[in-house]
């Protein structure tokens, strides 16, 4: 059996010219091996050198299926979502990560770069970078970039040095701040922090005062790391934690309620986060490489941030009217101080902007015309007769049903890119709803775009 190489230097075309005639079904697809990568054989081989003989022009002069892609079981039941540093921190609505996989296996070559311009909690790039592609990617959420940015760098010996030295201080902590009747110098007075804390009402509102003193303690003990790497792990390891330790429901209902949190949980619930993030850190360690980098962009994709150019953008949108990031993970983005109102103004598809009552309302020409602009920018960056993969469901604005793939086509097609597939999925029936009110969607859109 021969490998893509192998096949292409007997054929006098680069890799990558192969690899695109079998994205447009010129040449046949082979089989694959146990390992998912193509396995050619002699006669295969011998067909594609002579179609490549026949070739005086290798420019695609129309668009064709792609069959790679048409082959897959798109469901993806069962599989495996939270290996590496995929589980390092819980972000709603995110997609699994065997749909960028696929996608960026099938429709781009090893080396090349991919963006994702809506990168929330980082999959793509994660995906993107151990499939040996540079990764490149954007959000105006800061709590995105920070996750993303831990998600996809490994530690040094340095730095795991200095990890353990935290542990022990935080076990330390939780030592100390654990009440014990039982101790003779035990003085009964709760456990007081000189860390900074967010605002006095928003703490009172949301947090147990306990609570409260042992997240500024943490907050406090992680500032003081030395290692950029290290106090980001940390602090996504913290942010983690902070919905679950707080009066809010849960990451997907901002309504609060009384919860079961005894002195030193916190900390607790710290350290168990940091000892699984380290294990899967650890696992991504073995297998980056650092010939293949990740770039991360903090800003409103609608402001045109001056980014590379890349060789395939896979993405997952905001859904209108769905999900309101900047309120959910509000209480996070105070404790890890960033601006909160900031990221508000600029946020695609939030449910507030969505069921505002005011003449300001969004609607579903507001979705399009910041796609269409945002397909302006794509132009710019993305690389000619490359792909654009959107991956998103229906909305429902007013009790009507809203198709944003149409919406997402619909805009691209007015500055150049032509729709080549569209490939419905269905959500697993474990995903939480984005927003109750407005119901649970069944199915989503792989909705893939062509550069012309």
């Not at 003779?184 to 000189?194: E, K, V």
Request: one cysteine or more; glycine letters at 6%; proline letters at 4%.
């Amino acid at each position: 059996m021969l490998s893509t190489a192998e096949v292409a230097a007997r054929a006098g075309v680069h890799r990558d010219t192969l690899l695109r005639w079998l994205r447009e079904n010129k040449v046949a697809e082979p089989q694959r091996d146990r390992h998912g990568w193509r396995a050619f054989t002699e006669s295969e081989a011998a067909n594609i050198a002579a179609y490549a003989g026949n070739q005086s022009d290798t420019s695609p002069e129309e668009l064709r299926s792609l069959p790679g892609l048409e082959r897959l079981d798109w469901d993806f039941v069962g599989a495996r979502t939270a290996y590496l540093t995929h589980g390092l921190h819980p972000y709603p609505a995110k997609f699994i990560p065997q749909i960028p996989n696929a996608l960026i296996q099938e429709l781009s070559s090893v080396g090349e770069t991919v963006a994702d311009i809506f990168c929330g909690s980082g999959t793509t790039l994660l995906e993107a970078l151990q499939l040996k592609r540079n990764a490149v990617g954007v959000d105006a959420n800061p709590l995105a970039v920070l996750i993303s940015k831990a998600k996809t760098t490994a530690l040094n010996l340095e730095e795991m040095t200095e990890v353990s030295r935290h542990r022990a201080a935080c076990a330390r902590l939780h030592e100390a701040i654990t009440p014990d009747a039982s101790d003779l110098f035990y003085n009964g007075l709760p456990f007081r922090s000189a860390g900074w804390r967010p605002d006095p009402e928003m703490c009172e509102f949301w947090f147990y005062p306990h609570v409260v003193e042992e997240l500024a303690e943490l907050s406090n003990m992680i500032s003081a790391l030395h290692g950029d790497a290290l106090r980001t792990l940390c602090q996504v390891c913290l942010s983690a934690i902070i919905v679950s330790v707080s009066l809010q429901d849960s990451d997907t209902r901002y309504v609060r309620r009384e919860k079961a949190i005894e002195p030193g949980d916190t900390v607790r619930r710290y350290v168990a986060q940091l000892d699984n993030a380290l294990v899967a850190v650890g696992e991504l360690g073995d297998i980056l490489e650092s010939r293949f980098s990740c770039s991360l962009f903090e800003g409103d994709i609608l402001s045109s941030p001056s980014t590379e150019q890349f060789d395939l953008v896979v993405t997952s949108p905001p859904y209108p009217n769905a999900f309101s990031y900047h309120l959910y993970h509000r209480t996070r983005l105070l404790w890890l101080q960033h601006d909160q109102q900031a990221f508000k103004r600029v946020e695609i598809g939030s449910h507030r902007k969505y069921s505002s009552k005011g003449a300001d309302r969004a609607t579903e020409a507001t979705f399009k015309s910041e796609f269409e602009r945002i397909f302006v920018w794509l132009r710019a960056r993305l690389k000619d007769r490359k792909f654009a993969c959107f991956v998103i469901g229906n909305s429902t604005l007013d009790g009507r049903l809203i198709d944003n793939a149409d919406l997402i086509s619909d805009a691209g097609a007015s500055v150049g890119f032509r729709e080549v597939k569209r490939i419905q999925r269905t959500i697993a029936a474990t995903r939480k709803a984005f927003n109750p009110k407005i119901g649970k969607i069944k199915t989503e859109n792989v909705l893939i775009l062509q550069k012309v």
